[in-house]
């Protein structure tokens, strides 16, 4: 009994119970990255009809101004792992800002079509590094117990991003709109100067000290980091040995689950869910149906946030998987149903269950350090190009067949059951280096 007893003690000296205000103040500081990202890919929603009418646009021109920042960000993709692996997380997220302000700029001053491209094209360069960075971030300096919750905040800020979008522009102009988008940049900016870098990127370039200063900084003074740390260190030591990142190992035997099947699979059924086009067109959309624009987007507002909330408080508690299951369920069902009615609040509010932000947890949890910088620009990549074709050809699509659309998102929702039934794993309640041990066991 006594020897239970300590063993107990040990566990929980090892696993904080608690996260502590420096994860708290550092994820908050990560997520106003997020806000951003929901505020840019919704924004071209509420101002479509002005900036089409004031700017003399067709609809392929507000198509491919639409569809530009995937592009931009498809850029910035394929090079955010290295970014983030030679200047760290928080300079990543600072140059990622610094994008977003001269884009939020350039579209809030735009007179012609070039100004306003040229914006449109570096919101999509600072999307791009943050929807690598962050979900990295977060996942790199929360313990096991609460990771998915933190790493989930991700999504919730984009949404509360989308919704402030679909909310504030029933009342604002488009340029006074672009201005105070370029807000939360500001603030994230200015707290980066007060968050820590990730020890795992630390003890990539064997900053030890910091490295120890900075998980007691995470997680509390009473906590015994020495354990944690030298776990860390020696898994960057044992990837650093065995390879260095590249192309070569990337396409390795032995990352072909985790890469292919699991990281590139979840983007592509995420993005032909249909998310992004609801995300860039949903004004667009309620006036085909013949709803109120108004009424339609404050309803969104008011359903994406509380959704979001929910999966915060439950993701490590039931698990990614069933959250993943029952959202792609809700989304086949409710896609379908799009496809006879446009009954559109159903399908964002079950996205934003699962699809919306857990395959970004998954893909942070599950590629080992030596392959996280290409395998994580790759998938990023992939995710921004799958967005770029279902934005740029939702418009065509939609004048094709409005219920046809729908109805193929229905279909690929299906397809995306069977795929995560089948194929992914869970990560709950797992450190990041258990679960690529576990990945890679029968290698």
């Not at 934003?352 to 030596?370: A, D, Q």
Request: aromatic letters at 12%; glycine letters at 8%.
């Amino acid at each position: 009994m006594e020897s239970a007893s300590l063993l107990n003690k040990q566990e929980e000296a090892r696993s904080p119970s608690s996260f502590t205000r420096g994860v708290l103040l550092s994820t908050s500081v990560a997520v106003a990255g997020s806000f951003c990202y929901g505020c840019a890919m919704s924004y071209t929603s509420p101002a479509q009809s002005k900036i089409m009418e004031e700017l003399g646009l067709s609809v392929a021109d507000y198509s491919f101004f639409t569809s530009l920042m995937t592009l931009g960000g498809m850029i910035t993709a394929a090079i955010s792992g290295k970014i983030a692996a030679l200047t760290g997380r928080r300079q990543t997220m600072w140059i990622s800002d610094v994008c977003c302000i001269f884009g939020w700029l350039a579209v809030a001053f735009a007179h012609d079509t070039m100004l306003l491209t040229i914006g449109r094209l570096f919101l999509g360069f600072g999307v791009g590094l943050i929807s690598y960075v962050v979900p990295v971030y977060i996942a790199e300096i929360t313990p096991k117990t609460f990771r998915g919750g933190f790493s989930f905040t991700n999504q919730l800020l984009q949404c509360l991003g989308i919704s402030l979008m679909f909310f504030t522009g029933n009342f604002f102009h488009w340029r006074t709109l672009a201005l105070l988008s370029a807000i939360p940049c500001a603030m994230q900016l200015i707290g980066l100067f007060f968050i820590p870098e990730s020890p795992r990127w630390l003890a990539m370039y064997g900053r030890d000290q910091e490295l120890e200063v900075t998980l007691t900084r995470l997680r509390g003074e009473n906590f015994d980091i020495l354990e944690e740390a030298a776990e860390i260190r020696k898994t960057v030591e044992i990837s650093r040995r065995e390879s260095q990142s590249g192309i070569k190992d990337l396409f390795h035997m032995r990352n072909a689950q985790p890469l292919i099947i699991i990281g590139l699979g979840l983007m592509l059924v995420q993005q032909f869910s249909g998310s992004a086009a609801i995300s860039a067109y949903a004004a667009s959309i309620f006036d085909k149906a013949g709803f109120p624009i108004n009424i339609g987007t404050t309803i969104l507002a008011a359903v994406l946030v509380p959704q979001s909330i929910v999966v915060i408080l439950t993701v490590d508690r039931w698990g990614r998987r069933p959250l993943l299951l029952l959202s792609s369920i809700g989304v086949c069902i409710c896609s379908f149903l799009i496809g006879l009615s446009y009954y559109l609040q159903g399908h964002v509010s079950f996205f934003c269950i699962g699809l919306g932000g857990l395959p970004w947890v998954i893909m942070s949890e599950i590629f080992p350090v030596n392959v996280k910088v290409t395998a994580g620009s790759l998938v990023t990549v992939s995710s921004w190009f799958f967005s770029w074709v279902i934005i740029y050809s939702f418009n065509f699509t939609m004048q094709w067949s409005a219920s046809g659309t729908y109805f193929i998102f229905s279909g690929v929702s299906l397809v995306t059951i069977i795929f995560i039934w089948i194929l992914v794993p869970e990560t709950k309640g797992r450190t990041l280096e258990e679960i690529q041990a576990s990945l890679f066991r029968f290698s």
